[in-house]
C-alpha cells in the first residue's frame, strides 16, 4: 500500500462536533512550537487560564484545559472527587449521563441512579426525591446539555438544591460552553468540564475543566489515592499553577493550546451573550426551514439546545443513504443518532463557528434533495 | 489584562522534547477538520496504523495513537495489564521508571524494584536475579530510553528473558522510537508506548502505542474492570479496529492525528534504518564539539543516546542563566536537567527533524559564547 499525504476535504461540520473551524484557529494551530516550559508559553497558559474564566464565567483559580478529550475530562472529575464508598447521584437521560455512572463504579464509588427518558431533561423533583432518600450522598453528577438528544437540564436548579444539601456537584458542559448560558459561580457548580471542539470551534483533543474551592478541598483532604497518574489534579496543579516555578507533569499539547487561545479569544471579543443570542437566532431559522420540510424534534422547544437539534428520520427514509449523499454531494455532515436513537434521529450541530446562515442555507437545501431523492 | 492572539517566536527545540516539527508537518496540521467518523478520516486512520507498525517494526494488530501524551500512553499500557494484586518489576534508573512504579501501585499491584544509578543503564543480571526471587511475577516494566538521563538500556535482553519466564513487558520507548533501533516483534515486547514529540518530531498530545497478542489476551481474561474508562483499551478498540462498523468512544484529536501520519510518512521515506543512522551521525558530531567545550556526558559511551545528549554543568557555571541566554540571544532551547539531575546537567536533545547538522552548530557556538561570559 503506497501511503501518501493525507489532504483532507473542505468538509462543513453540522454534527454533534467536532464543529466547523475558522481559518484563524487553524492559523493559530499551525504556529511554530514552543517548548512546554518556555516563558512565552508559561505567559500564554495564563492567559488562557483568563480566558477560560470569562467562558466558564468563574473566578475558580483552577481553571485549566486537560490535555486530552471530554472524556478525560469527565474522568478527570470522577477520580479526583470519588473515593471508594462515596455515593454519588447520577441523573442518566442519555448517552453521557451513562457514562458518567461507569466512571462512578470504575472510581469505586457507589451509584443512585436518577433516570429520565432520552430527550427530556434531567427532573429536578426526582433529583430532589433521591437527595431526600440518600442523605448520605456526597455528589451530585449530571449532564448538562446532553450531545446524544440535545436536551438541556436546569443546571441552576440542579446545583442550587445540591448545595442546600451540601453535596458536591459533577457537571458535563461539553455542549453547552459558549453555547447556552452556564454561570459555573453564580449557579455554585463545583467540576464541571467541558471539550475544545463543540461551541468553542477548537480542534477535538482538549477538554476545559474547572474546579471550585470545595472541589479543591475534597481533593486535598482525600484519603485514597487518585487511581489515574495522567488525571491526578493536585499533580496537574503544579504545571498549571501561576505561583512560583512550573513543576513539570507532562508535555502540554503545545499546539492545540494555541488554537484553544485563539478561540477563546474569538469567544470574548464576540462576547459571551452575544455568541448564546447567535445560536439561539440561527437556532429559529434552522427550525422553520427543518419544519417546513416536515422534520419534527426529538426535544421539546422548552429544553431544547440551540447548537444540537436532533430530529427524527420520517418514516421510510434511508439514514445512512441521507447521510452518505449530504457527505459526498455537498461535502456536509451531519450527525447520526446515538445508543437508543441510533437509526432514529439525526442530530444537527449548529455550534460556535459553524452556527452561520450559510450552513443552515446549504443544510436546508441539500436535506431537502437528499429527501425527495 | 488585554489579550491578543500568540504569535510564538521560531525556537529551535534541542530539549528533551518537543522536537523541532517540519514545516511540512506544521502544514499537515493546519489541514480542515473533517469528522471522526468520517469514511476518509477512517481510511486515514488505517494508513496511521501500518505507518506506526512499521515504527514500530510489529505487525502487531493492535497498534494505534492514545490521544493523548506519553503519560497517558504508560497509563494505558499499566490500567489495562495490570490487576490488582499482580506483582510487577519495575526497573527504575530515571524518573520515568519511577513513574512506572506509582503506576503500578495506584493499579493496586504490588512492585518489585530494580534500582540502577541514575545515567546507567538497567542491569540486566540484576533483573534476572529479581525474577529468580519473584517467580510470581507476572510483568516487566522498563524504560528503552531514559528521558531523564540519556540512558539506553538493552530492551532485546530484558525482553528474552522476560519471555523465557512467561513474563509480559510493558517498555517505554517515549524516546526510542524513530532515534535508536527498537524491534518490538523480533525482541517480543508485549505493551509499548511512546510519545509523538520526540523523534517522530511531530506536536505532543499523542502517544503511539502496540500490543502483543499476548497482551490483548491478558486484558480480555482480567477479571477486574479496567478502572479507566478513558484508557480502557477495550473500549477504544471499537473505535481503531479495521472490522467492520467503527464505534464511537471519544472524538480522536482529528488535527493532531493529521501531523502524526505526516511525520510517520517523512519517518517512512526516509527509512528507519537511516533515521537510526542519522542521528548516530549528529550525535558524533554534537558530542565531538561538546567536548572541546571541555563537558562531560553523564552516560558512558556503550548505553548513550544518540538523541538525548546529557552533560555534567561545569562548576561555577550557572544553569538558569546560560539557558535563558540561549533562549533570549539565539532562540536556543536545551533541557534542564530533571530530578537527580536538576541543576547538575543540561540535556541537548538531536531528535527527529532536529537532529541536523544547523542545529548542532548553532548549539555549539552559542553555548561555547554563553559559558565564555
Redesign the interface.
Known amino acids: 500500500?503506497t501511503?501518501?499525504?493525507?489532504?483532507?476535504?473542505?468538509?462543513i461540520?453540522m454534527?454533534p462536533?467536532?464543529s466547523?473551524?475558522s481559518p484563524q484557529v487553524?492559523?493559530?494551530?499551525?504556529?511554530?512550537?514552543?517548548?512546554?516550559?518556555?516563558?512565552?508559553?508559561i505567559t500564554?497558559m495564563d492567559?488562557l487560564k483568563?480566558?477560560l474564566k470569562y467562558a466558564f464565567q468563574t473566578e475558580n483559580e483552577f481553571t485549566i484545559a486537560v490535555?486530552?478529550?471530554?472524556?478525560?475530562g469527565?474522568?478527570a472529575c470522577f477520580?479526583n472527587l470519588v473515593e471508594p464508598g462515596d455515593k454519588v447521584i447520577v441523573c442518566r437521560n442519555g448517552v453521557f449521563g451513562e457514562?458518567m455512572r461507569?466512571?462512578v463504579?470504575?472510581?469505586g464509588g457507589e451509584v443512585v441512579l436518577v433516570d429520565d427518558e432520552w430527550g427530556t431533561p434531567v427532573s429536578v423533583d426526582k433529583v430532589a426525591a433521591a437527595i431526600e432518600q440518600n442523605p448520605d450522598a456526597k455528589i451530585l453528577a449530571f449532564v448538562h446539555a446532553e450531545t446524544s438528544t440535545g436536551a438541556c437540564s436546569d443546571a441552576k436548579a440542579l446545583g442550587q438544591l445540591a448545595k442546600r444539601h451540601s453535596m458536591l456537584t459533577i457537571v458535563d458542559a461539553v455542549t453547552s460552553l459558549g453555547g447556552v448560558p452556564l454561570l459555573v459561580d453564580e449557579w455554585q457548580l463545583d467540576a464541571v468540564y467541558s471539550?475544545s471542539?463543540k461551541c468553542l470551534s477548537c480542534?477535538?483533543?482538549l477538554s476545559p475543566l474547572t474546579f471550585s474551592a470545595l472541589a479543591i478541598e475534597k481533593i486535598q483532604t482525600r484519603t485514597a489515592?487518585?487511581?489515574?497518574?495522567?488525571l491526578d489534579q493536585s499533580l496537574v496543579l503544579g504545571y498549571w499553577s501561576g505561583q512560583g516555578k512550573r513543576s513539570?507533569?507532562?508535555?502540554?499539547?503545545?499546539?492545540?493550546l494555541?488554537a484553544l487561545?485563539?478561540a477563546l479569544?474569538v469567544l470574548?471579543n464576540e462576547g459571551l451573550e452575544n455568541a448564546w443570542a447567535r445560536h439561539s437566532k440561527m437556532h429559529q431559522k434552522l427550525k422553520a426551514g427543518l419544519e417546513t420540510l416536515g422534520l419534527s424534534f426529538v426535544v421539546d422547544e422548552a429544553s431544547r439546545l440551540p447548537q444540537l437539534n436532533a430530529v427524527y428520520i420520517p418514516e421510510g427514509v434511508d439514514d445512512a443513504a441521507v447521510r452518505r449523499y449530504l457527505?459526498q454531494e455537498y461535502n456536509l455532515?451531519i450527525g447520526?443518532g446515538?445508543g437508543a436513537l441510533a437509526g432514529k434521529a439525526w442530530r444537527i450541530g449548529l455550534m460556535g463557528y459553524g452556527a452561520r446562515s450559510e450552513n443552515i442555507a446549504l443544510c436546508l437545501k441539500a436535506l431537502q434533495e437528499a429527501l425527495q431523492r
Open positions: 500500500m501511503i501518501r499525504s493525507f489532504i483532507p476535504p473542505h468538509r461540520l454534527g462536533g467536532p466547523d473551524i487553524l492559523q493559530a494551530l499551525s504556529r511554530p512550537t514552543v517548548g512546554h516550559l518556555d516563558p512565552l508559553f500564554m492567559e483568563q480566558l490535555s486530552a478529550p471530554g472524556s478525560a469527565m474522568e477520580v457514562r461507569e466512571n463504579l470504575r472510581c471539550g471542539q480542534v477535538p483533543g489515592p487518585v487511581q489515574s497518574w495522567f513539570y507533569h507532562h508535555t502540554a499539547p503545545v499546539n492545540s494555541y487561545h485563539e479569544l470574548k457527505l455532515e447520526a446515538l
